[in-house]
């Protein structure tokens, strides 16, 4: 091949998608009286149960709902829990 | 990788805090409550009410134009990366120098398959597992194989990107490909190639079928080594295109904390099928595929890089030819000739420290076939002998530290039990070798010697890696 040729080189990266956006849910008013769900991906044994408790503690009248898992994948929620639920907190970590 | 993983959820602009991974909980928690709690109470901004199609800018088809010598060191430019000691970090490349994939070079490549450039890379078969009849296969997420139907859109993880047919080819030719090699690729490419993360994740890939002939792969001795061009080759497709196609970068997303020597210059292999004893059946027909077709076995596994020469050749041969030696004393069969179970010889330790961690014992053609004449009729007899040896009371098992991460803490269900992994009595005996024994595999191939080794099962957290066919891509 000729050193002083020009060569047209394609690109090897991969597509980036068109994706539906979805807006972040509504955002609490206040905490008191909510149902906010704790949710541990792939938990951390230290750090979520200490979350957990300090919650608790800080916010006596939060009803704090945890649902735990060490697996890699996400949790679903139910659709009692996607009802009820007024925030969720996603814990991830491996 | 947070933010890539929030766009192709479809919510952009989620609120999140980075937590300390290091000291009590309490402290730990002390450094991200206060912004986690604003993250739930404080208003939304219009950018975080936003509700449409976010459409990325059109990708460039052609990368760069220039002779060869620039176009290599574009393809070659790097990026310092912090986590890495920021040391530089190859964009397109596996850091050694590429073929550059000129739009010429490209097209040669195509002419090795049937496909169109522009076909979106998607499954193209419902069979991917022993029992073909009911278990779709999969493309691999996170080192975990998720399970989808024929013609399901492949997305490359860490990004998520999707890929064509040329993409494939591009890649191809960067890792120098012939084009007889491309429906191999095109058949690693629909795994997602995925890289996984922080444990030692070692990507590698098995052909098992005609192919393997076809292209020249070698099956023999070194069949691991250097020096094959398929080999090598069509290993260093799936890392360029798990960098290309998925994005995936050492230190940004790509956080294998060690990393893998299989990684370095990609792993593939095949099966030596004609060094099969008799009665047993290669890859392709125990993943629910015919003889007479071609499929490539994609793992990608924490568990064992490669181990090893527990055991000298001449002990090997001292064993099975008069009961001689170390390894004849600890079977007791000393002055006794063989043919010996030399499966025995390894289990000492096989998981002595990796419960629930299946095996895939690379064997040569000439242990394959001891196992035969001692008894073992098929491959899957030899597993289920070794996996109903791996049982040990649950009360070792809960000391394993994968235990939380298999078990989902406990609350999981036991297979051989149906209950809960915590209600299970402390004597109970559950298997260290995998939920069953076809997790494990066996695989026929290298030199004349008496050599086994040992690599990461096909299965590890939950089902089976899947195969591709190859023949779908030719």
Not at chain 1, 49 to 64: G, H, I, Q, T, Y
Request: charged share 20%; net charge neutral.
């Amino acid at each position: 091949m000729p050193r002083d040729r020009v060569y047209k080189c394609l690109n090897p990266t991969g597509i980036q998608e068109p994706v539906d956006v979805e807006p972040l849910a509504p955002r609490l008013d206040r905490l008191d009286g909510k149902n906010i769900l704790i949710s541990a991906q792939e938990a951390d044994p230290v750090i979520m149960p200490a979350l957990v408790e300090r919650l608790k503690s800080d916010f006596p009248k939060v009803n704090w709902r945890v649902k735990d898992s060490h697996e890699t994948s996400s949790i679903s929620m139910t659709p009692e829990e996607m009802e009820t639920t007024d925030a969720v907190i996603q814990g991830v970590a491996w | 990788m947070l933010h890539q993983t929030a766009l192709s959820s479809g919510v952009p602009q989620i609120r999140y805090v980075d937590a300390p991974r290091f000291g009590p909980g309490a402290q730990r928690v002390n450094a991200f409550i206060e912004p986690m709690l604003k993250c739930l109470t404080d208003p939304l901004t219009d950018e975080e009410k936003h509700k449409g199609r976010y459409v990325p800018p059109a990708q460039k088809r052609v990368l760069f134009e220039g002779t060869l010598q620039e176009a290599q060191a574009f393809y070659q430019q790097t990026k310092p990366i912090l986590l890495t000691g920021r040391a530089p970090i190859a964009r397109y490349t596996d850091g050694l120098p590429i073929i550059v994939p000129t739009q010429e070079l490209v097209e040669e490549m195509l002419a090795g398959t049937s496909h169109k450039p522009d076909e979106v890379i998607a499954l193209q078969s419902d069979r991917g597992g022993q029992d073909s009849s009911s278990r779709p296969t999969g493309v691999m997420s996170g080192g975990v194989e998720r399970i989808r139907p024929k013609g399901t859109v492949v997305q490359f993880t860490p990004m998520n990107w999707t890929a064509t047919v040329e993409k494939v080819a591009i890649n191809a030719v960067m890792a120098g490909c012939k084009p007889e090699y491309l429906p191999v690729v095109l058949a690693i490419a629909e795994s997602g190639c995925t890289t996984a993360t922080t444990t030692h994740w070692s990507q590698w890939v098995c052909v098992s079928g005609p192919i393997s002939k076809e292209i020249g792969q070698n099956i023999g001795t070194g069949m691991l080594d250097c020096g094959n061009p398929a080999n090598s080759t069509i290993g260093r497709t799936y890392q360029l295109m798990a960098i290309n196609l998925g994005g995936a970068i050492p230190g940004v997303n790509r956080m294998n904390a060690i990393g893998s020597p299989f990684n370095r210059g990609g792993m593939c292999f095949a099966e030596n099928l004609d060094g099969l004893p008799k009665g047993w059946k290669g890859l392709n027909e125990e993943m629910g595929y015919r003889k007479d077709e071609s499929v490539a076995m994609i793992v990608c596994e924490p568990a064992v890089c490669c181990q090893g020469s527990q055991f000298a050749p001449s002990a090997y041969r001292g064993l099975q030819g008069r009961g001689y030696g170390g390894m004849a004393a600890r079977l007791g069969v000393e002055g006794k000739e063989g043919p010996h179970n030399w499966m025995e010889y390894l289990i000492p330790g096989l998981w002595s420290n990796r419960a629930d961690t299946p095996m895939t014992f690379l064997m040569a053609p000439r242990m394959a076939q001891d196992l035969k004449d001692y008894g073992f009729n098929s491959k899957q007899e030899v597993l289920d002998w070794l996996w109903k040896k791996s049982f040990i009371p649950v009360k070792e098992y809960r000391k394993y530290g994968w235990y939380d991460a298999k078990t989902s803490g406990g609350i999981g269900i036991q297979q051989t039990s149906g209950k809960r992994w915590k209600d299970l009595p402390d004597d109970y005996m559950v298997p260290a070798l995998g939920q069953k024994a076809f997790d494990n595999c066996i695989i026929v191939g290298g030199g004349p010697d008496e050599v086994c080794l040992e690599l990461g099962g096909r299965g590890f957290f939950s089902g089976i890696y899947p195969v591709y066919s190859i023949d779908a891509w030719r």
